[in-house]
């Protein structure tokens, strides 16, 4: 590394710092990518649920943005703000999945994990926005088909992204010993 003309050495803490950056960068972006096809998952099928349901499409997604954005008229329908919106949080939620790919949090219960971070995104953005209420407060129906929903969405997001994140030599897949303790035992 040159810094003012002078050749400056990184010491190896610094290299491999500068490696771990690259590897949970990269894995926030494979993440992201993987939040999007997850988010275009639940949207299938949500479509699938609304044709069988009669449910009609929400739009709260679409005030939502509307709303943190300052937009005027935010409480219009708006197709292309509720998939702005819907595919925005996805790949965002999905960079957070794919650090936990990196980290060694993989599989069947990190994307259960996962499925209550996706729900609290949603759920603090529109709560912060007045748009929404908390969950807690809505009928049972329409709470047990979000979760599904939030559900199809994380456990597709995790499948994709741990099948294109591998988890970083400093996480705890290094250490296959651990899976090997007591339950309930540090």
């Known amino acids: 590394m040159f810094q003012a003309g002078v050749s400056v050495a990184l010491s190896r803490p610094e290299i491999a710092g500068y ?31 609304q044709q069988l349901s009669g449910r009609p499409s929400s ?3 679409a005030h939502t943005l509307a709303h943190l954005l300052g937009m005027s008229s935010p409480d219009d329908d708006s197709w292309w703000r509720n ?19 990196t980290s060694n949090l993989r599989g069947p219960m990190a994307s259960l994990m996962f499925t209550e971070i996706r729900l609290s995104i949603d759920q603090t953005l529109e709560n912060a926005t007045g748009v ?6 809505w009928p049972r129906a329409e709470l047990a088909i979000d979760i599904l929903h939030k559900g199809v969405y994380a456990f597709a997001t995790g499948a994709i992204s741990d099948a ?8 705890s897949a290094a250490r296959p010993a651990l899976s090997r303790r007591l339950k309930g035992f540090a």
Do not use: N, Q
Not at 132 to 137: E, I, K, M, Q
Not at 164 to 171: H, T
């Open 132 to 137: 929404g209420a908390p969950p807690w407060t």
């Open 83 to 101: 998939m702005a919106m819907h595919y925005g949080t996805g790949a965002v939620a999905g960079a957070l999945r794919g650090l936990m790919s």
């Open 19 to 49: 490696r771990r950056g690259v590897i949970f960068a990269t894995a926030a972006l494979r993440g992201a990518l993987a939040g999007l096809a997850g988010a275009a998952t639940m949207t299938l099928g949500e479509k699938l649920e």
């Open 164 to 171: 294109l994140i591998p988890p970083a030599p400093s996480s």
């Open 59 to 61: 739009y709260v997604p």
